[in-house]
């Protein structure tokens, strides 16, 4: 009972700091809460943090998959579902459990994850494939599901509710909020949420135990943990609670077996049985990971499939090695009275991504689209891609800010490695575009008025009105101290107020495809 606790009470705190970190609009998510995401396997795998990748494989070792069942906010998610569907379930279903054994589906398992490697490997070869592996990968799928669904679930509640109580009683607790949305990502965080919440409705971690990659390894992982649940035969009475109740259909109470690949240590069955016939402890090794028949011999066939995970198991260690050594091998670890109207986003022939990101190949290596970055810039400017050549990855708009100089929240948030840890110093000479004018659309160039609202919030001194051949000031840029951060863009006021013609600045940024240090 105590286990069970703990293991509950610590995967509520986990998933409650990794859910506000997605949809906090304040800041103080990450300042508190950042090194969460840099617990998930596949992020840490892609930025080359060896020691984190390490400290799971050896805690699976130890006891199983703990990881899944408190760090992995999309397995504790389909353990709420699991709950809420036991709600509706008959009063006997919910008595006597509602699971069974099920057999593992080793061939759908193996082929997935395969299929995941493939895509990890080849992301590292410079071709789009990390942002497809992610469609599957946990921690990217549930951060999706947070920005995108739950998120403007939060805003319509806050905004609702919240912010007009606020309002009435001359507080400001509570105020407006608004969350960035990418309909294709809204779309894709749907489907996967219904994926998953039929899995867990159904089969509780049916998902976790069939698609999710991390899942399958830490099951090869899990098969040999020296502490685990073992069934002690003397105690038990064959009543199957243990089974009913195990959301991983994992325990088999006719053979007196616990399939541990696919057991998540949630510590269920130990307060199920009522015989206190399962108790977590070490195993024994002379039963590392067969079937063994009551007159104690041992099942050929559970032995050839054991024998086979290994073989498995080993495999995927390789290629997973591979993925990690390369990964680590590419890094280098108005008040007035004129209606006011957005402006519409710049259509740019090289996109913008961030400082620190090195430039669009190291982006499209590591990205895994969880959208973190996304949801706590401060400012506004990072935007997911719609693009198919950078979908779900971070590119910059300046359509409704800009990237100030002293901000480093993107490089401080990102599991991944997608951001090389950055100072204000290194950025303001982090070189990520430059920007070009458009005099056609210019307000200093075509009517004569003295604007040069580029040039004085410029914060690189980059650009200057020069008296030109018509006799008026026009902007000019120096592309030598210009470092793309848009402040020109941001504050350009065409396409801001019908009276003046065109529908976005006159001034953007082209992005650079590999940034450089000016």
């Not at 293991?7 to 300042?31: H, P």
């Not at 493939?118 to 599957?136: E, K, Q, R």
Request: proline share 4%.
């Amino acid at each position: 009972m105590l286990l069970r606790f703990v293991r509950t009470a610590l995967a509520v705190l986990s998933v409650l700091a990794i859910t506000f970190l997605f949809i906090d609009v304040t800041g103080v998510a990450a300042e508190y809460f950042s090194w969460l995401p840099r617990l998930q396997l596949v992020p840490a795998l892609l930025s080359g943090a060896f020691v984190t990748v390490l400290a799971i494989a050896v805690v699976t070792l130890l006891c199983g998959r703990i990881y899944c069942s408190v760090v992995c906010p999309l397995g504790i998610l389909q353990d709420v579902i699991s709950r809420v569907a036991a709600l509706f379930s008959s009063r006997t279903k919910r008595r006597i459990g509602r699971f069974h054994f099920r057999p593992a589906r080793s061939v759908v398992r193996n082929v997935l994850l395969g299929l995941f490697v493939v895509l990890l490997l080849l992301g590292l070869a410079d071709v789009w494939a990390v942002t497809t592996a992610s469609l599957i990968e946990p921690y990217s799928a549930y951060g999706r599901i947070a920005t995108s669904i739950f998120g403007p679930a939060v805003e319509w509640f806050n905004n609702s509710v919240l912010a007009p109580w606020a309002e009435s009683h001359d507080s400001y607790a509570f105020f407006r909020i608004s969350f960035y949305i990418n309909v294709s990502i809204v779309v894709i965080a749907a489907v996967t949420l219904v994926v998953v919440g039929v899995f867990a409705w159904i089969e509780g971690r049916g998902y976790c135990n069939t698609v999710c990659p991390v899942g399958t390894v830490l099951g090869y992982l899990s098969r040999f943990a020296l502490l685990r649940p073992v069934i002690d035969t003397d105690k038990c009475n064959g009543c199957r609670s243990c089974e009913r109740h195990c959301k991983a259909s994992c325990i088999d109470s006719k053979t007196h077996t616990i399939d541990m690949s696919r057991c998540v240590d949630c510590m269920d069955c130990l307060t199920a049985c009522r015989q206190h016939a399962i108790s977590f402890k070490l195993r024994k090794k002379e039963l590392p990971a067969y079937k063994v028949s009551h007159d104690g011999e041992i099942d050929a066939k559970s032995f050839s499939t054991a024998d086979g995970g290994r073989r498995h198991f080993l495999s995927v260690v390789g290629l997973a090695s591979g993925a990690l050594v390369a990964s680590a091998a590419t890094g280098k670890l108005d008040g007035g009275l004129t209606a006011v109207h957005p402006k519409r986003p710049v259509k740019r022939a090289v996109k913008v991504v961030p400082p620190g990101a090195q430039g669009h190949t190291h982006v499209a290596q590591h990205c895994v689209g969880c959208q973190l970055c996304v949801q706590n810039c401060p400012n506004g400017v990072l935007r997911a891609s719609s693009d198919l050549d950078s979908f779900m990855q971070p590119v910059m708009d300046f359509t409704d800010g800009y990237c100030a100089p002293q901000c480093t929240v993107c490089s401080e948030v990102c599991p991944a490695g997608v951001f090389h840890p950055l100072d204000e110093a290194l950025k303001s000479s982090t070189k990520v575009g430059g920007a070009v004018v458009n005099l056609d659309s210019c307000i200093s160039a075509t009517q004569g008025v003295d604007c040069g609202s580029c040039a004085s919030h410029c914060p690189s001194e980059a650009i200057t009105m020069v008296e030109s051949d018509s006799g008026r000031l026009i902007p000019v840029v120096d592309d030598a101290a210009c470092i793309g951060c848009g402040a020109c863009e941001f504050h350009c006021p065409v396409g801001t107020v019908d009276s003046i013609k065109g529908t976005s600045s006159a001034i953007h940024v082209e992005g650079l495809e590999t940034h450089r240090t000016i």
